[in-house]
């Protein structure tokens, strides 16, 4: 039977807790691991290295986290629903798997690609729809100790090759396609495209799903159905170290390519499960709910493994939350008794817009809380959450995490510490979030702003960015050695809560999804009308930020070109990136506002896209001062 985990239950325990976690750290998180099967007990509990980034939890010891989400709950919960299935299209049927036949699949497609010659520490790249595949082959990956790459089906061809390369893979899993809403994407044929400047890999592993034609290639692609046929039921977990390599998960940052972030198999284990248990208050028999899908963190730690860590009843949703009516989140949550319901502010925004008719249909009565992460959630979208979805009875905890800090850092415990719109609130037990000024200092006391960084180690902190711990080293170490630098700012209000204020680097947040600005000016300047590009974020009413673009072209566009001249800029974004990276604004300029050293004055820009053109600031450095003028009367 396995050993129980201690969950906090009210607040003098969370006090209790975090002042524990503060003061002796190692023999903190030594309590809270016992409880997990290990195969050894680790030498060490923390290395702690805030400066070179070479960060260890749990060293020594040897697991399988596979053997943690599934074989430990056999016994108990083998019956116990772990995954529910609910499709794109209301009308088909769904699956459901209980902790056993969870166990089986994965343990099946574990066998299919070991007989595909994936071997331990080889990288697996996903590119697949929300199905239930999806989830078991991501264990799978884990089970036999290969690295998992998932990539969100929404990426383009290019976007693959690059991440696929920078992993160098060697097998990739994906389907024939993919339904999203109204809109069905071929998958497949993404991905042929991207293998084609992919000398590494060399097995494609096809899982069927909407029964398209798809284009096989001899020697390379396997149909999962033909492969699963002939294997075994069980599959032993391979022995894992603690600071082996679990995954890699590309996420954007203010320059260059994205980076490849590394998490590893103990402290994730033990840092993701924690969170879920303290801060959702999931209780056995509840049905738990995260919208987000499996390619971002959100659904890596929340849809998937801290709820099969904490032996929890997971739903998994193919679809969008307008398809097929603005109802459709509400009726799945009475479909299926859906108790913790975890989403995101853009969400939500979308769905208050529409008639509150398409949720007064649904009773919602099963709900007891409700989640928010990606993106600051604006008290507008808090209240009607709280009010209309949580019927004013559940609290809303606002997790505020990154894909660096692999679980939750800072929200409510819900029901148990404080939930106040636009406040995150207080850090979880294990992180010392601090407030530095330009030059790096502490700032002290509540009513206090700065950037917003972290002064201890935790389990899930960010191992290494792959095949380059230097840029890791300088991204999140070296801005202010000594801490973990998170990039966002943030104030300390009213007892100690803390409100995230968004980044201050040049990383934009469109819908909870995280973009460079270089990345996607590098996408736009790879179109042969332009010259060069400057994008910044505004604030947008749905997607919190949305993208602008400023644009020279080659020649003067003339207005009657512009929407074809525009049309083809957003082409070549959605072919570098996809879909998701669309500027919602292009304005094309004949000029930028550089300094005499040539840099982009980015703030003019943002006021600009915001509208405040009545407050530049000081524009006298400009090489052109003429040039804003230009800009501001050409502003869309
Ligand atoms: O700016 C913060 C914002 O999202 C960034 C992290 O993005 P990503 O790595 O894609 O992970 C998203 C899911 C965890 C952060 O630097 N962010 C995330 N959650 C919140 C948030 N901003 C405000 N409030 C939040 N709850």
Known sequence: MPAEHPRIRTFEEYQDAYQRSVENPEQFWSEIAEPFTWRRKWDTVMQADLVGGHNKWFSGAKLNITENCLDRHLEQRGNKLALIWEPNDPKTRGLRYTYRELYQEVCKFANVLHNNGVEKGDRVCLYMPMIPQLAIATLACARIGA????????????????????????????????????????VKRVVDEALETCPSVRGVIVVEHVGWPVHMQEGRDVWYHDEVAEVEKTCPAEEMEAEDMLFILYTSGSTGKPKGVVHTQAGYMVWTDYTYRNVFQVNENDVYWCTADIGWVTGHSYLLYGPLLAGATTLMFEGVPTFPSPGRYWEVIDKHGVNVFYSSPTAIRSLMAHDINHVLAYSLDSLRVLGSVGEPINEEAWHWYHTHIGKDRCPIVDTWWQTETAGIMISALAGITPSVPARAGLPLPGVQPVLLNQEGQEVEGNDAEGYLAIKQSWPGIIRTTYGDHERCRQTYFGVYPGYYFTGDGARREENGLYRIMGRVDDVINVSGHRFGTAEIENAINQNSHVVESAVVGYPHDVKGQGIYAFVICQDPVDPAEAPRVEASIIETIVAEIGRIAKPDKIQFVSGLPKTRSGKIMRRILRKVAEGETNNLGDTTTLLDPDIVKEIVEGRK
């Open 147 to 186: 690295v998992h790459s998932v990539i969100f089906a929404g990426f383009s061809a290019n976007a693959i090759a690059d991440r696929i390369n920078d992993a160098q893979a060697s097998v990739v899993i994906t389907s024939d396609g993919l339904d999203r809403g109204a809109k069905q994407i071929p």
